[in-house]
């Protein structure tokens, strides 16, 4: 793997994401505790490991510039403000959710996590949105 398979790597490890995220809250809603509990706890494991290999990525090579032009621009700086402000939010929400549960205060823990699990779904779904124009879409043929 190299510096610029990174980025693909941060797309995967956010859909990844996403995905124990949704996994997580049907187990939890179907009364699998402990099924939930292993299945988020790795979502917490491949949003650190994105957020290490995006800082090594932006460390080494610095901002991408967005290509495309006109309403597909100001689509793309929407998704990515709303998806970086969330993403600064999120991070910390999602460790004190995690320790919460793991102290087994599970009342606040729920409280929580309710407001936590859309905002940190959006940040894994708009990560993936974000990639997906900046090095696949207008301009990068």
């Known amino acids: 793997m190299t510096l610029r398979d990174l980025p693909t790597l941060n ?15 049907v187990l939890i809603r179907s009364g699998r505790r402990e099924a939930h509990r292993r299945v988020m ?13 995006y800082l090594v990525y932006h460390a080494e090579v610095g901002s991408v510039r967005f290509q495309g032009t006109g309403a597909v621009r100001t689509a793309y700086l929407g998704i990515l403000l709303t998806h970086t402000v969330l993403a600064a939010v999120v991070a910390p929400l999602a ?6 549960a793991l102290r087994g205060r599970f009342e606040r823990h729920k409280r929580i996590a309710r407001w936590t699990l859309p905002v940190w779904l959006y940040v894994s779904a708009t990560g993936v949105a974000v990639y997906l124009l900046l090095y696949h879409g207008p301009g990068r043929g």
């Open 41 to 53: 706890l790795a979502a917490l494991v491949t949003s650190a490991l994105f957020l290490a290999s």
């Open 11 to 25: 797309a995967v490890l956010n859909s990844t994401t996403a995905i124990l995220l949704a996994t997580g809250y």
């Open 95 to 100: 460790i004190v959710v995690a320790t919460l």
